[in-house]
């Protein structure tokens, strides 16, 4: 039995109800009000004064807050949920990529990603060549402590056949250094495989409570694959210039790859949302020229390849993309949910008036540092220019870590009251 809320609508309704208002603002629809939208991050621990570690560390605790927190919020949907991660089997990993709240930052600190070479300028041969022996020898065991042994193996390839191969990487796996990893992969396996089944329960609990969420892993830009974990930013910057073909020959294999695995996804008639970011493809990481050659086709591919899976693109387009608006005006109407970070919301309001809903773009520093009336004034001009005729979603620009509660409420509640379409 669905769960009575005070307003006499079950959950279940309600969930119905705001699915409708975002489904109708990204198909360009007028809804009966603008809707709200928000991932909450690491909000919750900040709003009910528990750790942040929390979110890694303790996973009823977290998803309690994380209860709590939408239903004292009461958006139209939460556009990404803040999951419980696996602490203790990131730790028998010992990812260098990466450092989370009570592993490398304090308790009460956001995660940090840290940016790396992690494969060499001179190892694109390698990497297309064998990529699987690549991934084994050479890059797991720069990213990872516990497989750092592991460039100890033979090279797959170079085994031969029979027992003799057979007896060659069991002697390698024998090496006392090799064994010592493989028990710490062990070790990691099993407590991740516990996490694996709790994640679509956590996001589950959140729709229960009447929210509707997207789903991650919608997929990206091939290029962000390759800068983000690959040759890190400056290393693909350069690869631009020094060793273009290389570059674009690796893109087009993640490509390949990537619209596979989507070609493999079950055909939607429900219209899902997927989430997906975009890192280094905004205005100040390349020229248009160079967007148009290394990151657009095949980013502009994923999309295209999700939306024909009858899902739609709910994309975070991180930093500013003013400049590449236009391109976004090429991608099938109301198909698209747009994210902008920094980009001129006004600017792409014009623009993509007639094509994309626009979700965005209330700033971090106004919900962290501003007053509720600066809150009310933003929304008051941000709903009446862009959210004008419809095709607007209000969200913060980033997610609100440090947001004032008192902000975070007069964001929604003032959207709420002024966001109504007569």
């Keep these: 039995m669905a769960i009575k809320t005070t307003q006499t609508k079950t959950t279940e309704q309600l969930y119905q109800e705001r699915n409708k208002r975002i489904s109708d603002a990204i198909q360009l629809k007028i809804p009966d009000r603008v809707p709200v939208d928000i991932a909450f991050g690491y909000f919750p621990a900040k709003y009910l004064g528990i750790p942040v570690s929390t979110a890694y560390y303790d996973y009823d605790t977290w998803l309690a807050a994380t209860k709590k927190t939408v239903l004292d919020f009461e958006p139209d949907g939460v556009f990404y949920v803040n999951g419980f991660s696996p602490g203790l089997a990131m730790e028998y990993i010992d990812p260098k990529s990466v450092k989370w709240p009570g592993h490398g930052v304090p308790a009460d600190h956001g995660h940090q990603a840290i940016e790396g070479e992690w494969m060499k300028a001179d190892e694109y041969d390698q990497l297309l060549d064998d990529e699987g022996d690549y991934l084994l020898r050479v890059y797991l065991p720069r990213v990872s402590g516990a497989m750092e042994a592991l460039k100890m193996l ?210 971090g520093s106004l919900l962290q540092a501003g007053s509720v009336q600066d809150v009310k004034d933003y929304l008051k001009t941000l709903i009446d220019v862009v959210g004008k005729d419809g095709g607007l979603i209000v969200c913060p620009r980033v997610v609100p870590d440090e947001a004032k509660p008192e902000n975070l409420h007069a964001m929604i509640d003032f959207t709420k009251e002024y966001g109504i379409y007569r």
């Design 154 to 363: 033979p090279k797959m390839s170079s085994l031969g056949y029979g027992y003799r191969g057979a007896m060659t990487l069991a002697e390698a796996l024998a090496k006392p250094e090799v064994a010592a990893a493989i028990e710490q992969l062990q070790k990691a396996g099993r407590e991740s495989l516990k996490w694996r089944a709790q994640i679509p329960e956590f996001s589950r609990e959140i729709e229960k409570l009447g929210f509707p969420i997207n789903s991650a892993g919608g997929g990206g830009a091939p290029f962000d694959s390759i800068s983000d974990n690959l040759r890190g930013m400056s290393g693909a910057m350069l690869d631009m210039y020094r060793q273009p073909d290389k570059l674009l020959e690796t893109i087009e294999k993640i490509l390949s790859r990537t619209l596979a695995r989507i070609a493999a996804m079950p055909q939607r008639t429900d219209n899902p949302r997927a989430f997906m970011a975009l890192h280094r493809g905004s205005d100040g990481f390349m020229s248009l020229k160079q967007f148009e050659k290394f990151y657009w086709p095949g980013l502009k591919a994923v999309i295209l390849a999700i939306i024909d899976k009858g899902i739609v693109p709910a994309i975070f387009f991180e930093g500013n993309w003013t400049a590449r608006l236009e391109y976004l005006a090429d991608l099938p109407r109301g198909k698209v949910l747009g994210h902008f970070d920094s980009t001129d919301i006004f600017k792409a309001k014009e623009v993509l008036k007639n094509n994309m809903c626009i979700r965005g773009n209330v700033p």
